[in-house]
């Protein structure tokens, strides 16, 4: 049944109506305690504070029924229970299920059989490959599979891109202080020879395991790569097939199991920037943090999902997210958003979001492949605080441009260890850092002198957790996979497929025969070789 997109539903028009009156939250009795105290919403161990986004109740109820009329809940669970969601109506595209959910759909005391409907299959598959991997590393932490000299394996380096690259590294360096002693993990995806290279320099390659991750099985980089870490295995004097692993779509060109110590899969219907949840995420986390790690963070993951089926956004988080967000986009027209963790360990986060939110909703026609006539995906972007603070946050106070920020903190630091510097721990600084962020680019500050003035009303969420944690890093991934979902059915656009990314895959390849002399290049492309200093 074809579906409204936002522009046809009666909440846009309310919506718009209420623009004019949005609060302002410069005005010093707007952000008072009560409307603190009840623009919160909790769930999952994560509260979502935003009495500093410029909505009131009128405001909010509008953005249920847009929910409401989007059936967007409802989709959500079309989606998890396996209904092919990845298409476009009348035209030639993946036409495929959106799968990621069931790859943490494998907990016995979390589990709902009444919506898994045609998504059971996966499951299945989900719970044989991670019993797979667990055999494989008791494999290997029992010595029973180890290197020629038998020592068991300390490293294991993953090569892959995009998809397969951004999730895991950001999720491994979250978890980090969870890791195991004695394996770590590393990451290599650029095609720029200086990344393997960095990366294979500070390791022994005999005590090193290698992860080569493709769907396809056929990314230009990731192939690469493969080639010049196996041929340094070579010289080394090392058997690539005895050190090299796989995760690959089933039937792709990387699907040769003889190639590899172990072959695991992953399947068509996991989008590559959903893909953490699968063995995209599980060969490289189980390995460098611990099996019983990855199924923390697939259970927060779980945890997150089943709130995305609440129909009531105060009880939905990541629904209240996405509409505070198309509220922000559509609305208020503002073009961009930053994530902006006051965690270290969230280093790479924003960029894994960036795909994830850009790559998802970065697109300008809708599910029957009309034109829609209104701001999609908003341009995402982010670093954690405080180093943002001594950087980008001048732009983010004072430019003609709003940005809308996303501030994610947690009560406890992960490691513990702090000092009391001038009466105060280092963990409370930040956290006072996060909070005055907050309030002051909602309040601004008036001045006499221009330079010093901060227009304020720029709207900002603060979602605050206990602590960052396997299962809580699950949470707040699946929190925004979910949210960013939320946005692509309430837009009506698909969030699923990646057309500016295939783009990418073949368009170097003109010009590198040209460069490599197999094919004569147009004449753009060889003037451009030559004016770049290549010829
Ligand atoms: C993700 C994207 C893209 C993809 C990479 C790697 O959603 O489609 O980033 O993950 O291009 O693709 P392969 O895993 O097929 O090598």
Redesign the pocket.
Same mark, same amino acid.
Not at 213 to 219: A, H, Q, Y
């Given at each position: 049944m074809p579906r409204p997109s936002l522009h046809e539903t009666a909440a846009f028009a309310k919506l718009q109506s209420l623009v004019a009156s949005a609060p302002d939250l410069r005005q010093p009795e707007t952000l008072n305690a009560g409307r603190i105290a009840a623009m919160k919403s909790s769930a999952v161990g994560f509260d979502l504070l935003f009495a500093t986004q410029r909505v009131d109740n009128q405001i909010l109820g509008a953005l249920q029924s847009l929910a409401d009329e989007t059936e967007a809940v409802a989709q959500m669970r079309q989606i998890m229970a396996g209904e092919v969601m990845n298409r476009i109506e009348g035209f030639d595209c993946e036409n495929r299920q959106v799968m990621h959910h069931a790859m943490r759909n494998v907990f016995a005391d979390l589990a709902r059989p009444e919506l898994d409907g045609e998504s059971e299959p996966l499951i299945a598959a989900a719970r044989e490959e991670l019993a797979r991997l667990e055999a494989f590393l008791e494999a290997l932490d029992s010595g029973k599979i180890t290197n020629a000299k038998g020592e068991t394996f300390t490293d294991m380096v993953n090569i892959?891109?995009?998809? @397969?690259d951004l999730g895991p590294k950001a999720i491994y360096l979250a978890l980090k202080a969870y890791a195991p002693a004695g394996h770590r993990a590393h990451f290599v995806s650029n095609v720029d020879p200086d990344d393997a290279n960095e990366v294979l320099a500070g390791l022994d390659l005999s005590r090193t395991l290698v992860n080569v !991750?493709? =769907? @396809?099985?056929?990314?230009l980089e990731?192939l690469t790569n493969e080639e010049l870490v196996a041929s340094r295995f070579r010289q080394a004097g090392l058997d690539p097939a005895k050190h090299f692993v796989c995760v690959t779509g089933k039937g792709s060109p990387m699907d040769n199991p003889a190639k590899y110590l172990r072959a695991f899969y992953m399947y068509d219907s996991i989008?590559?920037?959903y893909s953490v949840s699968s063995m995209v995420g599980g060969v490289i986390l189980g390995f460098g943090l611990g099996l019983d790690n990855f199924r923390q963070f697939l259970r927060g993951m779980r945890k997150m999902d089943l709130n995305a089926l609440e129909t009531d956004s105060r009880r939905n988080l990541s629904l209240l997210a996405a509409l505070l967000g198309i509220w922000n986009r559509d609305f208020l027209a503002i073009p961009t958003l930053a994530v902006l963790p006051y965690s270290q360990a969230l280093s790479r986060f924003a960029a894994h979001l960036q795909?994830c939110d850009m790559?998802s909703n970065g697109k300008r026609i809708d599910r029957r492949g009309r034109a829609v006539p209104f701001a999609t995906g908003p341009i995402v972007w982010g670093e954690p605080g405080t180093n943002g603070q001594h950087a980008f946050y001048q732009l983010i106070h004072q430019s003609e441009t709003v940005v809308a920020c996303d501030f994610i903190g947690f009560r406890e630091s992960q490691r513990g260890a702090d000092l009391q510097v001038k009466g105060s721990s280092s963990q409370e600084k930040l956290l006072a850092n996060l909070l005055a962020q907050s309030l002051a680019l909602a309040s601004g500050k008036s001045s006499d002198n221009p330079n010093k003035q901060f227009p304020g009303n720029r709207p900002n969420s603060l979602l605050i957790g206990r602590q960052l944690t396997p299962e809580s890093m699950g949470t707040l991934l699946a929190f925004y996979e979910n949210k960013i979902s939320f946005q692509g059915l309430i837009w009506n656009i698909n969030s699923f497929d990646?057309e500016g !990314?295939q783009l990418g =895959?073949v368009l170097a390849n003109e010009i590198l025969d040209a460069l490599t002399g197999k094919a004569a290049a147009n004449p753009a492309t060889a003037a451009l070789i030559e004016a770049a200093g290549l010829k």
């Open positions: 892959g891109i995009g998809g @397969s !991750v493709s =769907k @396809s099985g056929s990314t990731t989008g590559g920037r795909q790559e990646q !990314v =895959k």
